[in-house]
């Protein structure tokens, strides 16, 4: 199974809590999914840039 999926975290937070959090949502993940891939993307809230499918959506939208 692969888990894949962005989270919004405060901006102004260090870099070792963000890694703090995302270490801490993966250990729950693993105790219900202890076979999964798990890939957690942190993202600034409010200051990532469009990627994804925002990124894939608003670039079709250009070329329409």
Do not use: N, T
Request: hydrophobic share 40%; charged share 30%; net charge negative.
């Amino acid at each position: 199974m692969h888990i894949q999926f962005h989270v919004d975290l405060d901006p102004e937070i260090s870099l070792k809590k963000a890694h703090s959090i995302v270490v801490a949502v993966e250990k729950k993940l693993l105790e219900a999914y202890p076979a999964a891939d798990i890939l957690i993307h942190p993202d600034p809230k409010g200051a990532a840039e469009a990627h994804g499918l925002a990124y894939f959506s608003s670039e079709k939208k250009k070329q329409d």
